[in-house]
């Protein structure tokens, strides 16, 4: 059990090793003439328009959440598994219940319109997007 | 278990005077190296393949080596190895406003994930480094921990593209996750048990008496979370048609823009190393694992070996048919496709699956 899991964090360590030998031999082996333009931040060929450290949209949080409630469903359902075979119908209707009650979840997400990529159905605030599609239909774009 | 034979085989030789700790670090050591080569040879390997097989599908002839200087070998055989000559005499080329520690730490994080998910994956009947009780749950912990290094990837390059590569990358490969996972756990629920041979175990014999047992012909459940694991399981190695965290024509390389040399080596191995694991735990939990085809013929230690392998090499064929023969996906489309349609089948999946099983018992 032990040696299982020190196996792991020896692979670990060698694996770091691993990379780092690779990236002295680079060291030895490849040139190195740093200049102000080389290490300039790639942006197509022009100067860089200030950082990439910006507030980003919102939609990327909103699916890390979705993804966290579940990945720890995810999480309950492995040992749930394997014993399943020993617990039976009572096991497959107390999680089909835990279920169920998720996918509540999942429809009323689904239905506000949180999976669409842009978001288009909203009640407040009505996003850029729907300003946009909204002035084109006024100027009869 | 392999590392414990090794040990033995360390102490037994005339080594033994390294005594248990000693033996059990030359032992990692070897075993570590090997792994380390099937990565690195798989990568080289499967580039190549990879360049041949877009040719041909494309009525080009791909990689001939018919250039000055370095010649690469008939067929262009060497092409590959010449690529990875030329990476390591590449100029390391850090950018002045990246974040310098996350951005040398990044290659590190992505590769050890990829890379210590070997050890738990069954070669053949006795080659497996650790023999996990939860083997199933360790690789799929440990090959989700590679984000971390895709987002500090992105985030410390302070590069536009790199950040948007490495935000829809995350997104995208998270969503998958939860598919996957699922799909797999409609097999443990007819094994019991997340040990890896315990599941390659599960499959011996035939069913209707022509196919061999594995998962896939087991039942009409089974099957289907064979094409949603393996579905999510390209989008989570970000492969055509879910390749859109490096879309070139979008986003010029995505997240490892700005990498160069050794550190982008380490990017592009550690994708392979991940299409390896996708396959490898597809082997094993849908496609019998070391077993072969035709149950009884060419058993044993050596035939485990070939068939694991053989069966791996298949299903990374199949991506790469796959690759080329699809167009990209749209954002927005590869969420749907995650989450309103993979996620409700893999749960329904999942149901199925336990009903099949209570009813058959």
Redesign the interface.
């Known amino acids: 059990m032990y ?6 964090l ?3 360590l ?3 090793i ?2 780092m030998v ?2 002295w ?3 030895l ?6 200049s ?1 333009l ?7 060929g022009e100067e ?1 328009e200030g ?3 910006v507030q ?1 949209n919102i939609r ?1 949080y909103v ?2 959440l ?2 966290l409630i ?2 720890v469903e ?1 999480v309950f ?2 040992p749930w ?6 617990l ?2 009572l096991a ?1 209707v107390e ?2 219940i835990f ?1 169920v009650i998720l ?1 509540v979840g ?1 429809a009323y997400v ?1 239905r506000k319109g949180d ?4 978001k288009l159905r909203v009640k407040f605030a009505r996003g850029r997007y729907h300003r946009i599609a909204e002035n084109n239909a006024k100027h009869k774009v | 278990m392999t590392i414990t034979w090794l040990i033995e085989w360390v102490n037994d030789s005339w080594l033994g005077f390294l005594g248990l700790p000693g033996a059990f670090i030359l032992a990692v050591i070897i075993a570590g190296l090997a792994i380390f080569g099937l990565v690195a040879v798989h990568a080289i390997v499967a580039v190549y393949v990879e360049r041949k097989v877009a040719a041909f599908m494309q009525d080009r002839i791909g990689p001939m080596g018919q250039g000055p200087g370095l010649h690469a070998g008939k067929w262009g055989l060497l092409q590959t190895v010449a690529d990875a000559l030329k990476l390591l005499v590449k100029e390391d080329i850090i950018p002045a406003a990246a974040d310098r520690k996350l951005f040398v730490l990044a290659p590190f994080i992505l590769f050890l994930g990829a890379f210590i998910a070997f050890v738990a994956l069954p070669f053949s009947e006795s080659l497996v480094l650790a023999d996990f009780n939860v083997g199933l749950f360790y690789i799929l912990a440990v090959s989700s921990f590679g984000v971390i290094g895709l987002i500090l990837a992105g985030w410390a390059s302070n590069n536009k593209w790199s950040l948007y590569g490495a935000m829809r990358s995350a997104a995208q490969i998270i969503s998958y996750e939860i598919p996957a996972a699922i799909s797999l756990i409609a097999v443990i629920l007819l094994v019991g048990s997340l040990n890896m041979q315990a599941i390659t175990s599960a499959q011996s014999g035939t069913v209707w008496g022509i196919l061999p047992n594995w998962f896939v012909f087991q039942n009409p459940f089974t099957f289907m979370a064979f094409f949603i694991y393996f579905i999510a399981g390209i989008a989570e190695t970000n492969r055509t048609p879910f390749d859109i965290p490096e879309a070139e024509s979008e986003l010029v390389a995505g997240f490892h823009t700005e990498y160069s040399g050794m550190r982008w080596a380490f990017f592009f191995l550690s994708e392979y190393a991940n299409m390896f694991i996708v396959c490898g735990v597809a082997v094993v939990v849908f496609l019998g694992g070391w077993q072969s085809p035709i149950p009884g013929l060419m058993t044993g230690r050596i035939w485990g070996l070939f068939w694991f392998m053989g069966k791996v090499v298949f299903l990374v064929l199949i991506m790469m048919w796959i690759r080329w023969t699809f167009p990209r996906l749209r954002v927005d489309q590869l969420m749907n496709v995650s989450w309103k349609v993979l996620l409700p089948l893999a749960f329904f999946n999942l149901f199925g699956a336990g009903i099949w099983s209570l009813w058959l018992d």
């Open positions: 040696r299982e899991y020190g196996t792991v020896a692979f670990i060698l694996g770091a691993l990379l690779a990236l031999l680079q060291k082996l490849a040139p190195s003439h740093p102000k080389k290490q300039s931040t790639y942006e197509c860089p950082s990439a450290w980003f990327f699916i890390a979705i993804f579940f990945d995810v359902l492995f598994a394997v014993v399943f075979k020993d039976g119908l497959l999680m089909g279920l996918f999942l689904w999976l669409d990529w842009v």
